[in-house]
C-alpha cells in the first residue's frame, strides 16, 4: 500500500473548542515519508511539531501536545480524520494554539481532505503491526489491543449512570471513515459543564458543536446523525489518539468507556513494543508442545482450548469444550466471574457483560470447530464479519455461558461460516451469524 499526501492546500477558519480563539488551518501538501507536521505560524520562527505520544501533556477533555514551547491543544479530530482517511504525509499550518472545532465531529476536516484531493506517493506506507495483546485499565475504562490485519475497534460507551450505553464493532478504513464515524459529535454530561468553565474549558462550546447529555435526554442544535452517535464519536477519538504512535497501526482494539487519557496510556504501551521490535528485544513466543490430535478428540479442557487459540487473558472467551457433535457442532462454556476486567467499567453497581464480547466469545467456539473439521490445528482461525446479531438476555457475575455452533459452510476450506447461539441455563442471551477464515502464520487476509 502506497503513502499519501493531498494534492492541492486548503483552508479552514473559525472558533475553536476550548480558547475559544478564532483560527485559521491550513493543509498543505507533503513530501513522502515526511509524516504529519504541525507548523505554529503565529509563533517567533513559525516552529514544526510533529505529533507523538511523547509530547502529550493535557488530557482532560482533550487531548494537547508540546514540544518546547510549542502547544497545540485539541487535536485529536484532525488526527482522527488524517488517520481514517489514510494520510500520512500533510503539514498542518495553524496561526493559534487550537483548530476550529467546526461543528464538533471530523466531518469538516474530512470535507477539506477531499477538498485537496488525497493522492498517493511512490513511497509505501508503513505500519505498525501488532503481534502480542496489550492492555491498560483505569478505573470503569479500559482498552485492549490484539493482533489483527486490518484496523478494527469495537467499542462501549456508557455514562456513570448506565443510561446512554452503546455498542459498536467497526473495521476501519477511509470509506467507513468517511460515511459511519466522521461525523459523529463530541459530547458532555450537563452536570459536568461548570467545572469545564471553572477549568478555563469549552469557552467556543455551544449546542452547535457539542451533544449535551441530561439525565436520559440529548440536546443538540441538531437531531443524532446516527442512534448511535455517542460511541461512534469515541471511536473517533481512538483513532485520533493512537495517531500519536507515530505511524497507523494494525490492530484489534477493544475499548470499555474509552477517554482521552487511557487512549494516551494504551498509544504509550504500543510504542514501547513498537521500538522493543525494532530494536530486536521482543521476547519470541514458545513453540507449542506435541499434543493430542484435535480432529480426534471429543472434549477441549481449558489447556487444550489454550494450545488451539492465540488468544490469552483477558481475551479468552471460552473455559471448555464440553461436547463435539459430529463434524459440524459443538457446544463450549465461558464461566463468567466477577473477576473479569470489564467488569470494572461495565457497569460499577451493575455489572453487565458486554454484547460484542458475547460474539467475541461465539467467533472463539466457532473457529475451534472448524479448524477441528478441516484439520488444521496450528493454525487461526481470523474473525471476519457478524450477521442477524440478536441480544435477548443481559449476562451478569455468576452465570455460564452455553455456546452452541454448527457450521453451515466451508469455502476452499479456508472461509467458514456459521450460526450460534449463547445461553444462560435454558434462556438465549444472544446469537448471530459468523463468517470467519484460517491463516497459516504470517499469512494475510
Known amino acids: 500500500m502506497k503513502q499519501r499526501s493531498i494534492l492541492r492546500e486548503v483552508s479552514v477558519k473559525g472558533p475553536s473548542l476550548h480558547t475559544g480563539d478564532k483560527t485559521q488551518v491550513t493543509l498543505k501538501p507533503a513530501p513522502a515519508n515526511a509524516g504529519i507536521t504541525i507548523r505554529r505560524v503565529d509563533l517567533h520562527d513559525k516552529p514544526v511539531?510533529?505529533?507523538h505520544i511523547s509530547q502529550v501533556t493535557d488530557l482532560v477533555r482533550a487531548t494537547t501536545i508540546a514540544s518546547g514551547h510549542v502547544k497545540v491543544h485539541t487535536v485529536e479530530h484532525v488526527l482522527a480524520a488524517l488517520h481514517g482517511m489514510g494520510i500520512d504525509n500533510v503539514e498542518v499550518e495553524m496561526d493559534a494554539s487550537e483548530p476550529p472545532i467546526l461543528d464538533g465531529s471530523s466531518k469538516g476536516w474530512v470535507n477539506l481532505i477531499l477538498e485537496a484531493e488525497p493522492v498517493e506517493q511512490d513511497a509505501e506506507r508503513e505500519h505498525?503491526?501488532?503481534?502480542?495483546?496489550i492492555s491498560v485499565s483505569k478505573g470503569n475504562s479500559s482498552l485492549i489491543a490484539l493482533p489483527y490485519d486490518g484496523f478494527k475497534i469495537s467499542c462501549t460507551s456508557a455514562d456513570?449512570?448506565?443510561?446512554?450505553t452503546q455498542h459498536l464493532s467497526i473495521e476501519i478504513d477511509p470509506d467507513v471513515f468517511a460515511t459511519q464515524i466522521a461525523a459523529a459529535r463530541?459530547?458532555?454530561?450537563y452536570e459536568d459543564i461548570e467545572e469545564l468553565i471553572k477549568l478555563g474549558k469549552i469557552k467556543g462550546g455551544s449546542l452547535e458543536n457539542a451533544i449535551v447529555l441530561k439525565d436520559d435526554k440529548i440536546m443538540s442544535k441538531e437531531p443524532l446523525r446516527f442512534d448511535d452517535e455517542l460511541v461512534r464519536h469515541k471511536i473517533l477519538d481512538v483513532i485520533g489518539d493512537v495517531l500519536l504512535l507515530g505511524k497507523p497501526l494494525k490492530a484489534h482494539i477493544v475499548a470499555v468507556r474509552p477517554g482521552h487519557a487511557i487512549n494516551a496510556e494504551l498509544t504509550a504501551k504500543l510504542f514501547e513494543r513498537m521500538e522493543e521490535l525494532a530494536k530486536g528485544e521482543a521476547t519470541p513466543a514458545k513453540p507449542k508442545p506435541k499434543t493430542a490430535r484435535l480432529e480426534e478428540e471429543t472434549?477441549?479442557?481449558?489447556r487444550r482450548v489454550i494450545e488451539t487459540l492465540p488468544h490469552r487473558y483477558p481475551f479468552l472467551m471460552v473455559d471448555r469444550v464440553t461436547e463435539f457433535r459430529g463434524e459440524d457442532e459443538l457446544t463450549a462454556i465461558k464461566n463468567v466471574t466477577i473477576n473479569e476486567p470489564f467488569f470494572q467499567g461495565h457497569y460499577p453497581g451493575q455489572p453487565i457483560m458486554p454484547g460484542v464480547l458475547q460474539i467475541e466469545a461465539m467467533a472463539q467456539?466457532?473457529?475451534?470447530?472448524?479448524l477441528r473439521k478441516i484439520n488444521q490445528e496450528g493454525k487461526t482461525a481470523v474473525f471476519m464479519s457478524v450477521d442477524k446479531v440478536k441480544w435477548r438476555r443481559k449476562v451478569i457475575p455468576g452465570d455460564q455461558l452455553r455456546i452452541d455452533i454448527k457450521l453451515l459452510k466451508i469455502m476452499r476450506a479456508k472461509i467458514g461460516t456459521a450460526s450460534a447461539t449463547c445461553y444462560v441455563g435454558d434462556e438465549v442471551a444472544s446469537s448471530g451469524e459468523l463468517k470467519f477464515m484460517i491463516l497459516g502464520e504470517g499469512e494475510d487476509v
Open 128 to 133: 505498525f503491526v501488532l503481534d502480542q495483546p
Open 49 to 51: 511539531l510533529k505529533p
Open 299 to 302: 472434549q477441549l479442557d481449558i
Open 160 to 164: 456513570d449512570r448506565g443510561i446512554h
Open 186 to 189: 463530541t459530547f458532555t454530561v
Open 365 to 370: 467456539a466457532a473457529g475451534i470447530l472448524m
